[in-house]
Protein backbone atom coordinates (compact mmCIF):
# COMPACT_ATOMS: atom_id res chain seq x y z
CA UNK A 1 0.00 0.00 0.00
CA UNK A 2 3.09 2.21 0.82
CA UNK A 3 4.42 1.38 -2.43
CA UNK A 4 1.65 2.13 -4.45
CA UNK A 5 0.61 5.20 -2.81
CA UNK A 6 4.69 6.33 -2.45
CA UNK A 7 3.49 6.65 1.46
CA UNK A 8 7.23 8.05 1.73
CA UNK A 9 8.12 11.15 3.73
CA UNK A 10 9.35 14.17 1.88
CA UNK A 11 12.33 14.96 3.94
CA UNK A 12 13.24 11.78 5.37
CA UNK A 13 12.23 9.40 3.31
CA UNK A 14 10.99 7.63 5.85
CA UNK A 15 8.34 5.22 4.89
CA UNK A 16 4.65 6.01 6.45
CA UNK A 17 2.72 3.60 7.85
CA UNK A 18 -0.42 3.03 6.11
CA UNK A 19 -3.35 0.74 6.73
CA UNK A 20 -6.88 -0.31 6.50
CA UNK A 21 -9.28 2.24 6.89
CA UNK A 22 -10.74 2.28 10.60
CA UNK A 23 -14.33 3.30 10.40
CA UNK A 24 -14.46 3.30 14.24
CA UNK A 25 -12.27 6.12 14.37
CA UNK A 26 -13.80 8.07 11.48
CA UNK A 27 -17.29 8.16 13.42
CA UNK A 28 -15.56 9.00 16.72
CA UNK A 29 -14.12 12.07 14.66
CA UNK A 30 -17.48 12.92 13.16
CA UNK A 31 -18.90 12.66 16.32
CA UNK A 32 -15.82 15.47 17.77
CA UNK A 33 -16.16 17.96 14.65
CA UNK A 34 -19.56 17.19 12.66
CA UNK A 35 -18.75 16.32 8.88
CA UNK A 36 -21.17 17.70 6.67
CA UNK A 37 -19.48 15.80 3.97
CA UNK A 38 -16.54 13.14 3.23
CA UNK A 39 -13.46 13.01 0.94
CA UNK A 40 -12.12 10.11 -0.24
CA UNK A 41 -9.11 10.31 -1.64
CA UNK A 42 -6.33 7.87 -3.18
CA UNK A 43 -9.70 4.96 -4.07
CA UNK A 44 -7.11 4.19 -7.13
CA UNK A 45 -4.34 2.88 -4.61
CA UNK A 46 -6.68 0.02 -3.90
CA UNK A 47 -7.45 -0.48 -7.45
CA UNK A 48 -5.07 -3.96 -7.46
CA UNK A 49 -6.62 -5.32 -4.14
CA UNK A 50 -8.74 -8.87 -4.33
CA UNK A 51 -9.67 -8.14 -1.28
CA UNK A 52 -10.06 -4.73 1.24
CA UNK A 53 -10.53 -4.93 5.08
CA UNK A 54 -12.30 -2.11 6.61
CA UNK A 55 -12.24 -2.00 10.06
CA UNK A 56 -15.83 -1.82 11.75
CA UNK A 57 -15.18 -2.65 15.16
CA UNK A 58 -12.94 -3.19 18.36
CA UNK A 59 -12.91 -5.76 20.93
CA UNK A 60 -11.07 -4.79 23.88
CA UNK A 61 -10.40 -8.11 26.11
CA UNK A 62 -12.21 -9.97 23.92
CA UNK A 63 -15.57 -8.04 24.45
CA UNK A 64 -17.00 -6.12 21.72
CA UNK A 65 -16.58 -2.41 21.75
CA UNK A 66 -19.58 0.04 20.60
CA UNK A 67 -17.64 2.82 20.22
CA UNK A 68 -14.26 4.11 20.12
CA UNK A 69 -12.84 4.33 23.34
CA UNK A 70 -12.80 7.69 25.32
CA UNK A 71 -9.83 6.47 27.97
CA UNK A 72 -6.56 6.23 24.74
CA UNK A 73 -4.90 4.17 26.81
CA UNK A 74 -7.00 1.62 25.99
CA UNK A 75 -6.14 2.05 22.95
CA UNK A 76 -2.81 -0.61 22.72
CA UNK A 77 -5.69 -2.99 24.34
CA UNK A 78 -7.81 -3.18 21.60
CA UNK A 79 -7.68 -5.73 18.79
CA UNK A 80 -9.61 -4.10 15.62
CA UNK A 81 -12.53 -6.28 13.67
CA UNK A 82 -12.38 -6.23 9.76
CA UNK A 83 -14.98 -6.36 7.47
CA UNK A 84 -13.67 -8.09 4.57
CA UNK A 85 -15.23 -6.79 1.10
CA UNK A 86 -14.60 -7.64 -2.76
CA UNK A 87 -11.91 -5.59 -4.32
CA UNK A 88 -12.56 -4.36 -8.12
CA UNK A 89 -9.42 -4.76 -9.55
CA UNK A 90 -9.82 -2.63 -12.14
CA UNK A 91 -8.44 1.09 -12.46
CA UNK A 92 -10.19 3.85 -11.46
CA UNK A 93 -7.85 6.69 -12.64
CA UNK A 94 -9.99 7.49 -15.88
CA UNK A 95 -13.13 7.55 -14.09
CA UNK A 96 -14.18 11.00 -13.90
CA UNK A 97 -18.00 10.27 -12.44
CA UNK A 98 -19.45 7.91 -9.94
CA UNK A 99 -21.26 6.15 -12.72
CA UNK A 100 -18.22 5.62 -14.30
CA UNK A 101 -16.39 4.04 -11.08
CA UNK A 102 -16.85 0.09 -10.74
CA UNK A 103 -19.57 -1.69 -8.62
CA UNK A 104 -17.28 -2.71 -6.10
CA UNK A 105 -15.65 0.76 -5.34
CA UNK A 106 -19.07 2.16 -5.29
CA UNK A 107 -19.97 -0.75 -2.74
CA UNK A 108 -16.99 0.72 -0.54
CA UNK A 109 -17.73 4.10 -0.92
CA UNK A 110 -21.19 2.79 0.29
CA UNK A 111 -20.43 1.10 3.39
CA UNK A 112 -17.93 3.89 4.10
CA UNK A 113 -21.13 6.51 4.01
CA UNK A 114 -23.71 4.21 5.84
CA UNK A 115 -20.87 3.49 8.69
CA UNK A 116 -20.10 7.33 9.61
CA UNK A 117 -23.70 8.45 8.55
CA UNK A 118 -22.20 11.74 6.39
CA UNK A 119 -22.43 11.83 2.63
CA UNK A 120 -19.29 10.85 0.45
CA UNK A 121 -19.25 14.06 -1.63
CA UNK A 122 -15.75 13.73 -3.25
CA UNK A 123 -13.39 11.15 -4.26
CA UNK A 124 -10.05 11.10 -5.31
CA UNK A 125 -9.30 8.32 -8.34
CA UNK A 126 -5.50 9.90 -9.21
CA UNK A 127 -2.79 12.90 -8.93
CA UNK A 128 -3.89 15.40 -11.28
CA UNK A 129 -6.45 18.30 -10.44
CA UNK A 130 -8.90 16.79 -12.50
CA UNK A 131 -8.64 13.86 -10.54
CA UNK A 132 -11.45 14.25 -8.30
CA UNK A 133 -15.08 12.98 -8.73
CA UNK A 134 -17.42 15.70 -7.23
CA UNK A 135 -20.74 13.45 -6.06
CA UNK A 136 -24.17 15.16 -6.18
CA UNK A 137 -25.58 12.49 -4.59
CA UNK A 138 -25.14 8.75 -3.57
Request: proline share 2%; glycine share 8%; with cysteine.
Given at each position: ????????????????????????????????????????????????????????G??????????F?????????????????????????????Y?????????????I????G?K????????S??????????
Amino acid sequence: MADIGHEYGVTTGRRRRCGWLDLMVLKYSNMVNGFTKLAITKLDILDSFTELKICTGYKLDGADLKSFPADHSLLERIEPVYTTIKGWECTTVDCRSYDELPEQAKKYLQVIQDFVGVKINWVGVGQSRDSIIVIEQL
